[in-house]
């Protein structure tokens, strides 16, 4: 969603914010702007659309400034157009604001500054803030600008990250955060502003995390950092792993596809110093004091969305087959907004890629209102979901930047699995004999999804043929279930085609209906326990028409005859399959999108991180 990019220092501001922007642009958005400060004053310059159109709108123009902020917005109050895109200059242009976020009580300050005459050009809750910075800094002797951000956001109800400049002061930045990222980099005489550290990471590995509740008032050389009630804190530096290379192309067309490519490497790395099949140990260094909760758990409720939330469903079936603890998957935006039971002995385990999803924090907070111990599956390490949780293990799958998520899913069931074979061995509800099966077939697991990957071309070619149906249904049973909710969720997010994914025999419960010659179905019919009934469902299927893509296992003979199309996948143990079965249909839905000519990597209306609700 929006993205925040700003500097002061030495340098030349706005190349330094547009290539930040442009490293924002897989976060979902659709418009773009800059606010520089030079002699000339305080200069906001905006587009709708991409930031390329906001560079053409800058070609020529005098931009030489050491001070600037920039901000790529996803429309939430009023369409994207050039008016609601940010900066919002104040009514009396003293100041200019960025926002990331919803103020929910600004229609109420609306309200109140309209009655003092103020209007408004913009439909924008960012500019009502922006606004009532302005007037409550006017109105009350001696505060300073940034007394006035701190009592203007004590008024505030709802999320927001903020950047706000001034022409009064022109060498300093004011920020501030409640629920909403912002990351503070660290250079020699010069400061990055950033709503996560990819515009920042060229530049210095030493970040700031700035707090919910604090504000950052920042020059050239120096950073401060307060509450809203004007405590000073002491902000602390952290060294950023991530490098350069992670967030680039790499030679690929697109991220997806490089992302969809790194799943052998991202694997391993979410197994990293976790899985040790030699010495036949598991260590999960971020759960270590709470296994045993873990273990005498009676139940555990798993909190997700999208992908996240598939791939708690599939460590639904690995808790309950291996551990024999009854789980419940919950989508955080729902959990949310009931009065869930949370009795004690239960665990939470909250799940997310970015860590920064609103309605997974909100559910999170819910939780632990009601006294639940919550664990957090995060990739993006110091994420605002990461922190609120009272341990938990990192995925490791490195930075995705293609909106679809595809490393980020293998590498949340790659860790999942790994806490529940730990919690069932030490239950002993596995016997030693399967524990190490287990451990040292999840450690053949990226050479097998590597092999996967060998049927690149062939998937290509499948795609081809399929590239302008209107419709697609994905059937699994078993843990291949929620691998066919993820199947059908990739084609539709980029390529927008209509696809549903079912548990393959509730197809004849309703879905059957759809069958007929135009109806591509793929079936997920891996040689596993369900193997069988699959296969009786695929000849349902036949028997309307449908046309059949089977995802099977290698050596299997039966299929070929009876199915349009196969693509071969390895065997391995049940509990593992979906890391391997979802790797096919990632490239499908790749391939179809980029026939389709989409955009795979920013597919319209979606965003990367989902910080409002
Ligand atoms: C799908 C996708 C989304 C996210 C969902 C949760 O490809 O990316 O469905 O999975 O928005 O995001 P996180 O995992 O960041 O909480």
């Known amino acids: ?104 009580n600004y229609a109420t300050i609306k309200q109140a500054l309209l009655k003092k005459g103020h209007s408004f050009q913009s439909e924008t809750d960012t500019e009502v803030l922006g606004q009532f910075i302005e007037d409550i800094w006017e109105n009350t002797p001696d505060a300073s600008l940034e007394d006035a951000v701190r009592l203007a956001l004590r008024e505030v109800v709802g999320a927001y990250a903020i950047v706000v400049m001034s022409e009064a002061d022109p060498t300093q930045l004011i920020a501030a955060r409640k629920g909403s990222p912002l990351v503070i980099g660290v250079g020699n005489g010069e400061y990055f502003l950033a709503s996560d550290a990819t515009p920042i990471v060229e530049y210095t590995k030493d970040v700031i995390y700035l707090n919910d ?112 603890i009854p789980v419940e998957v919950e989508y955080a935006s729902e959990f949310r907004y009931r009065n869930p039971i949370i009795n004690e002995g239960d665990i939470v385990i909250a799940i997310s890629q970015s860590g920064e999803t609103a309605d997974t924090l909100a559910a999170i907070e819910l939780a632990k209102s009601k006294g639940a111990t919550i664990f957090g599956v995060c990739n993006v390490v110091g994420s605002s979901i990461a922190r609120a949780t009272d341990a938990g293990a990192y995925t490791h799958a490195g930075p995705e930047i293609g909106v679809a998520s595809t490393k980020a899913f293998t590498a949340q069931v790659t860790v999942l699995t790994i806490m529940a074979i730990a919690t069932a061995h030490r239950k002993g509800t596995i016997t030693d004999a399967l524990f190490r099966q287990l451990l040292v077939e999840l450690e053949g697991i990226p050479d097998k999804v590597a092999k996967v990957l060998e049927s690149a071309q062939k998937i290509r070619d499948i795609a081809y043929i399929f590239t302008y149906a209107r419709n697609f249904i994905y059937l699994g049973r078993g843990m291949n279930f929620p691998v066919a909710l993820e199947g059908a969720l990739k084609l539709k997010e980029i390529s927008y085609i209509h696809a549903e994914g079912y548990p393959a025999a509730e197809m004849k419960h309703g879905p059957i209906a759809l069958i007929d010659e135009d109806m591509p179905v793929v079936v997920i019919a891996t040689k596993d326990g369900s193997y069988e009934k699959v296969v009786s469902n695929i000849q349902e299927v036949k028997a309307r028409k449908g046309r059949v893509i089977a995802i099977t296992t290698e050596g299997d003979t039966n299929l070929p005859d009876m199915v349009d199309f196969t693509i071969e996948i390895p065997k391995v143990h049940d509990v593992l399959m979906p890391l391997i079965s979802v790797v096919p249909l990632q490239l499908l839905a790749y391939d179809i999108a980029v026939m389709r000519g989409r955009n795979v990597d920013q597919p319209r209306n979606l965003a990367k991180s989902v910080t409002v609700e």
């Not at 800059?34 to 991409?50: E, I, R």
């Not at 123009?61 to 008016?83: F, K, Q, S, Y």
């Not at 002491?234 to 490519?261: C, N, Q, R, S, W």
């Open 213 to 324: 509740y604090e504000v950052a008032v920042i020059t050239n050389d120096e950073l401060r950092v307060t509450t809203l009630d004007n405590t000073l804190t002491t902000p602390y530096v952290h060294k950023i792993e991530l490098e350069l290379e992670a967030i680039e192309k790499g030679g690929y067309d697109h991220f997806m596809l490089k992302e969809i490519f790194e799943q052998p490497r991202s694997i391993a790395d979410s197994m990293r110093g976790r899985v040790l099949a030699d010495a036949g140990t598991i260590q999960l260094g971020g759960l270590r004091d709470y296994m045993d909760q873990l273990a005498r758990s009676e139940r555990i409720i798993i909190l997700g969305c999208g992908t996240s939330w598939h791939a708690g469903l599939v460590a639904e079936y690995l808790f309950e087959e291996l551990a024999r």
């Open 1 to 104: 969603m929006c993205g925040i990019v700003a500097y002061v220092g030495q340098q030349d501001a706005a190349p330094i914010i547009i290539k930040g922007l442009k490293r924002l642009e897989y976060r979902g958005y659709d418009s773009a702007g800059v606010a520089l400060q030079n002699q000339a004053g305080l200069s906001v310059f905006k587009k709708k659309g991409k930031v390329a159109a906001l560079e053409a709108e800058l070609a020529g123009r005098d931009l030489h400034a050491t001070i600037g902020m920039g901000h790529t917005r996803w429309a939430t109050h009023g369409e994207p157009n050039d008016v609601n895109a940010h900066p919002h200059y104040s009514f009396h242009r003293k100041l200019a604001i960025i926002h990331n976020g919803i103020i929910e």
